[in-house]
């Protein structure tokens, strides 16, 4: 769906997010969420915490995945996605902290393939994500999965793309600061959510979105492989969605 502007699209993805919070609550049972970071999804955190403010959304039934996270990472960090979805989420809401999930930027290397399994585990021990939460970079990744990416992927450690950690530079004062690695949930992941959103704002993602839906599926822009799913949405502002 192409709307007016990120205001307009972001209320509604914060409305399709209430409505699954309810249904489940209504039915007694968890809804479990796969949730993004960067600058695309944050006025969606916004209207969700307004909706939490003003209209009494709960979020206590709520049990939440991001996608990724800088490796390595501290949470305290600035630039942790930890902080990110503090900041703009969790310190104004009532999700019990316990059902936060965010990938771990703080292992040992050898903590990493362990950590990766019991992610995945616990999101499929949960029946799955009921929604997903996608951006998309200019390299065409979703989560941090960057051409080379396979559909079959996992939670995992990855490489960051270097125009990828070009766009991160001002984030983090200078190319040497920005985190070489991170860790992802995987395509497969993803892929197997209920419902995908993907959302994207602005001239500077028309082409990469053009590229996503237009382009022959393959590894090369990893947002395409979501052409062959059946319950994927792109949510877009007419800008990002100006070269289709
Ligand atoms: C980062 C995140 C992605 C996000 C992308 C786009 O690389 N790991 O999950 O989709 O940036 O960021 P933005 O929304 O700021 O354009």
Redesign the pocket.
Known sequence: SVYENQISASIYVAQRIAAIITHKQSLGQHAVLGL???????LVYKELVRLHREEGLSFQNVITFN??E?FPMQSTDANS?VTFMHTHLFNHIDIPSKNIHIPNGMLPIDGIAGFCDTYEQRIASLGGLDLQL?????TG????NEPGSTFESTTRLVT?NSL?RE??VDDFNGLENVPTH?I?MGVSTIAQAKEILL???SQ??ASIIQQALQNPISAEVPATYLQQLSNVEFVLDKEAASLL
Do not use: R, S
Not at 36 to 42: R, V
Not at 141 to 144: Q, S, Y
């Open positions: 993004a970071t960067g600058n695309t999804p944050i996608l990724d800088y996605y996608l951006g998309i970079g200019l990744h979703i989560g941090f960051l990828t766009v991160a991170a992802t959302l994207a704002w500077k993602k």
